[in-house]
């Protein structure tokens, strides 16, 4: 797991953020390359801030670290962050075999019978809104200090995932030979949908997805919600955990050449999207935060 940053009390938000690439930094002898660079960055919790709002108000708001990584080697990139209420999120995306993995620690308050922390993860298929690993090595700030918010706002998208995934590590490397290792603490709580598993293997030629996965549930379609359940229901229910990725480098942006025909790469755009998982539990008790 790529470490948390500490959290630093420096206040000067106010110069411009830049986002550079620093384009053969290391020169053009491949065995000179790093295959591995990591970027920390301060986000503002929960999207976009408005052209009029000033500096105090958006100290008064959340602001967390998030550390992206790129690894020209493994072909992946990954990024994580910590929310002030402890939650820790964590996406993968393998540009091989085209998966994105999104892993999620949860602390519970045992006063309210919840458990001490809980695991899960998600599989979903790559759509292609992230730049690929070398773009991430060469990214650069010039002030670490400022908070960052997106260029775009893409929304929010509902993934259904009433499937677990076999807890083989061979059959799991089918859709991500990371996975196994990734997802290893949440190997009873790793769910997807036949959609996704099928964009993912079929394009690699892989096996069919029920060959790596089984209903979580049997008869989800008729799970309640676990917010409509009494506290002390042991009911299984369909539980809902809303992620949200407030800045990541969506695309690469590309300029006109001065001199002659052609582009250049010139910098990135960012993006904010959330994903809401919907997911079958055994009782309530693994969901106490469902919304309504």
Request: aromatic share 8%; hydrophobic share 35%; proline share 6%.
């Amino acid at each position: 797991m790529a470490p948390i940053f500490a959290r630093s009390t420096m206040t000067n938000y106010s110069r411009v953020p830049i986002l550079l690439f620093m384009l053969n930094l290391l020169g053009s002898d491949p065995d000179k390359c790093l295959t591995r660079a990591d970027l920390a960055v301060r986000v503002q919790y929960g999207g976009q801030k408005s052209q009029e709002e000033n500096v105090e108000s958006i100290l008064q708001r959340d602001v967390y670290e998030q550390v992206i990584s790129g690894n020209s080697s493994m072909d992946t990139v990954t990024i994580e962050f910590k929310l002030p209420d402890g939650t820790i999120v964590t996406q993968l995306t393998d540009f091989r075999m085209q998966s994105q993995l999104v892993r999620v620690f949860l602390l519970g308050e045992e006063d309210l019978g919840e458990p001490r922390s809980q695991a899960f993860c998600f599989v979903s298929a790559f759509t292609g809104d992230m730049i690929p690993p070398e773009a991430v090595m060469k990214l650069r700030q010039k002030n670490p200090w400022t908070i960052r918010v997106a260029d775009e706002d893409r929304g929010q998208v509902d993934q259904e995932s009433p499937l677990i995934l076999d807890s083989s590590a061979i059959r799991q490397s089918a859709v991500s030979s990371h996975l196994p290792s990734f997802c290893k603490d949440a190997k009873s709580a790793t769910f997807s949908s036949e959609q996704e598993l099928f964009n993912i293997l079929d394009s690699v030629n892989g096996p069919d997805f029920s060959s790596i996965s089984k209903p979580a549930i049997e008869d989800h379609v008729s799970l309640s919600r676990c917010h409509v359940l009494p506290q002390t229901s042991k009911n299984p229910c369909l539980c809902n955990l809303k992620i949200c990725f407030d800045w990541y480098p969506c695309t690469l942006k590309y300029c006109k050449n001065s001199e002659g025909e052609g582009e250049h790469r010139c910098g990135i755009r960012t993006c904010r999207k959330c994903t809401n998982f919907f997911f079958p539990v055994k009782s309530k008790n693994s969901c106490l935060w469902d919304p309504k």
